[in-house]
Nanobody, 116 residues
Framework: QVQLVESGGGLVQAGGSLRLSCAASGRTFTMGWFRQAPGKERSLVASIRSSGGGTHYADSVKGRFTISRDSAKNTIYLQMNSLKPEDTAVYLC????????????WGQGTQVTVSS
């Protein structure tokens, strides 16, 4: 089973930036970042195909977040700019292995806290 290891996250003031990284131990079809705030459902923030690099963003982060990949390292990044307090959540990296398949590998999660 492919394992995912996340890094980054932390505490930042509103308007600041953070970068998250997620390294996969093997090949994937699509990798993505989800987030979950207390009392809210987990939601997809951004995803990127491992081949071709096609991306998808949640409307709430378009223009502020950028997902990218280093295929040689099986690693994805999430550059988060213009952070808002409502971006505060646990961010989880996930991977799926077939087109439209479930995200079946998950990282441990990293806390992002944006202070106002």
């Amino acid at each position: 089973q492919v394992q995912l290891v996340e890094s980054g996250g932390g505490l930042v003031q509103a308007g600041g930036s953070l970068r998250l990284s997620c390294a996969a131990s093997g090949r994937t079809f699509t990798m993505g970042w989800f987030r979950q705030a207390p009392g809210k459902e987990r939601s997809l923030v951004a995803s990127i195909r491992s081949s071709g690099g096609g991306t998808h963003y949640a409307d709430s982060v378009k223009g502020r977040f950028t997902i990218s990949r280093d295929s040689a390292k099986n690693t994805i990044y999430l550059q988060m700019n213009s952070l808002k307090p409502e971006d505060t959540a646990v961010y989880l990296c996930a991977a799926r292995f077939v087109l439209n398949g479930p995200y079946s590998s998950w990282g441990q999660g990293t806390q992002v806290t944006v202070s106002s």
